[in-house]
């Protein structure tokens, strides 16, 4: 039987059975096919409740779970920022040794290089060996260097430095992730107010109950357990008995502790920022992680905006800053002995 014959018994197809062509015809993009088994289906005439309440129940129940898609991405976000925050200080701690190590590994080598050549044997002063060769032996008490010292204490300033860049991004990242929350939480509201007629955190509790302790933890979930039971669709005949929902604050509260939250990222943003006045009048602001920033890209040969603002600053303060300066030129000769 050719295809065209086909279409003829197209009306004889179960409802099962059409789902699944037009599926399969909507997959392949056959949007002609997909039409003749819509136009084929038959038509069956129906009581139902109200199009004006159930209808509102479907759509209402259509938008909060797109809401909830894009909602709980960023609340997932921000659980990753969280657990980030927490591996910080231990990510500070083992930068510090990792440079201290290497650095008396270095010096260590440098030492002994420097003692044999001179033709001594043993090992030197400041440098005395333990049962484990592969320890590292710090010098201590009178076998101290006040140099090495010296360099101990850069290394480990240059490595908080270093750490700081972590909280700053994870700061960032938060700020963004808990405005976009917000920003999503706001337009659903607006719909709630405007066309449904009713709480935002009232309608999510009631759609959203089987996973509001997943968007708002423990503290998010307001309700008693069971609340809601015995519902049925909302769009059919029939609907069970429910309780009263009680599930209301919890959208709503999580919702007040992100605008909370935001508010203190907002505030502690600005305390840390750093502010260099101009010839003009004006200020410029940059974080904190800045200044190191500044310091590689000048070394490194290239300029930097904090660089340039501390170049047309008038306070002394800036004027006689290393930030102060034009960028290395990354083509002069290496001195440093091989």
Not at 113 to 134: F, I, L, Q, V, Y
Request: glycine share 12%; hydrophobic share 40%; with cysteine.
């Amino acid at each position: 039987m050719s295809k065209i014959g086909l279409h003829r018994h197209y009306d004889r197809l179960s409802g099962e059975e059409r789902f699944r062509l037009d599926v399969l015809a909507m997959a392949r993009g056959d949007a002609q096919e997909s039409e003749r088994l819509v136009r084929s289906c038959p038509r069956a005439t129906y009581t139902t409740n109200d199009r004006a309440f159930t209808a509102r129940w479907g759509a209402s129940e259509n938008i909060t779970l797109r809401v909830c898609a894009p909602l709980l991405q960023e609340l997932g976000r921000l659980r990753v920022v969280d657990a980030f925050r927490v591996l910080a200080p231990y990510q500070d701690t083992l930068n510090e040794d990792l440079a201290l190590g290497a650095y008396y590994r270095g010096h260590e080598a440098g030492s002994y290089h420097a003692w044999n050549h001179a033709g001594k044997t043993g090992h030197p002063p400041a440098w005395p060996k333990g049962d484990d060769p592969e320890e590292i032996w710090e010098p201590e008490g009178d076998e101290a260097d006040a140099a090495m010292q010296r360099d101990a204490d850069e290394l480990v300033g240059a490595a908080k430095i270093n750490g700081g860049f972590l909280p700053e991004i994870l700061d960032r990242l938060e700020r963004e992730v808990v405005a976009q929350a917000l920003t999503v939480w706001a337009g659903y509201a607006a719909f709630c107010d405007e066309r449904a007629g009713v709480p935002a955190e009232k309608l999510a509790a009631v759609v959203l109950e089987p996973i509001m302790e997943q968007i708002g933890g423990p503290e998010g979930a307001g309700g008693a357990p069971g609340c809601g039971a015995g519902r049925r669709d909302r769009r059919g005949a029939t609907r069970g008995a429910r309780a009263d929902v009680a599930l209301g604050g919890g959208a709503g509260h999580l919702m007040g502790r992100l605008g909370s939250r935001l508010e203190r990222l907002e505030r502690e943003a600005e305390g840390e920022m750093v502010f260099v006045s101009q010839t003009d009048g004006t200020v410029a602001r940059f974080p904190q992680s800045a200044g190191a920033e500044a310091l590689v890209a000048l070394t490194s040969g290239r300029d930097h905006p904090l660089a340039r603002a501390a170049r047309s600053s008038p306070d002394p303060e800036w004027a006689n800053s290393l930030y102060n300066a034009v960028p290395m030129d990354p083509g002069a000769e290496d001195l440093s002995e091989p």
